[in-house]
């Protein structure tokens, strides 16, 4: 897929890695339709996107209804619609049994729902849209990126309901994958490190230098535009496929 061809979903997209994503399509001559649910920031991200580039669809990614109505609102302005990058998440920070007592039920669901099921939902009306494509290299019809975490594999102290909600992103990444082939669409998953992102900067500038400091080569946090540059060149490796590609300096998260 040429990334002038791309007409993309992009969820979360407003902000942090979802924002770079759309910046590098549109710089790269493709349009994307920005799945997010701040007003503000959709108004901005069109703004310096150009409108006939981009538009804000104010969307919450549990919503079933809401998202099958604004992916058919998308593939109308974008002309068509090939790919799907899921970068809307939450972090859902909490001990199982913190100071206060239990982890509230509630704050373990949420956190899986946008994150997890957010994801999924997404997805799955994206594939819909893409499957009466007409094929293209390979017979792809299109591409299918999800966000997961490193935290999917070695989660911290706190984060028991976001790894468990990054884990089933990795977990479906297969066998959606092997489902969707018939179809020609191709479903993978980014499992990124410490990025630098609106949640990183709010954070004590010792806290970022520790998190900086524990990233083995480069002893760096990661830059939202190597995120975009993967989820880039995903899209036009048409092999690539199945598979969940962790992107992090080498970096193993502590227990804490």
């Not at 919450?60 to 209804?65: F, L, N, S």
């Amino acid at each position: 897929m040429q990334l002038a061809s791309v007409r993309a979903v992009v969820t979360g997209g407003v902000s942090g890695l979802g924002f770079a994503v759309a910046r590098h399509l549109v710089a790269h001559g493709g349009k994307v339709a920005l799945f997010d649910v701040n007003d503000e920031k959709g108004a901005a991200a069109v703004a310096e996107l150009g409108a006939g580039n981009a538009a804000f669809f104010k969307t919450d990614v549990t919503d079933e209804a809401g998202v099958v109505a604004n992916v058919a609102a998308a593939k109308g302005f974008l002309g068509g619609l090939n790919a799907c990058i899921n970068c809307a998440g939450i972090l859902g920070a909490g001990r199982v049994l913190g100071k206060n007592g239990p982890m509230p039920l509630s704050q373990f669901q949420a956190t899986v729902m946008v994150n997890l099921v957010g994801s999924f939902n997404v997805a799955k009306a994206c594939a819909e849209q893409m499957q009466g494509n007409e094929a293209g290299t390979d017979g792809e019809r299109g591409v299918i990126v999800n966000t997961a975490s490193v935290a999917a594999y070695e989660g911290q102290i706190g984060q028991a309901a976001y790894s468990a909600s990054k884990g089933g992103v990795v977990g479906m990444t297969l066998p959606m994958a092997r489902e969707l082939a018939r179809f020609g669409i191709r479903v993978l998953t980014i499992a990124p490190g410490v990025f630098w992102t609106p949640m990183v900067d709010g954070m004590p500038d010792d806290v970022q230098a520790s998190l900086a400091a524990s990233i083995p080569f480069p002893s760096r946090l990661g830059k939202p535009e190597e995120f975009a540059d993967l989820v880039a060149y995903i899209l036009g490796n048409t092999y690539l496929n199945g598979e969940t590609i962790r992107l992090d300096g080498a970096t193993r998260l502590a227990p804490k």
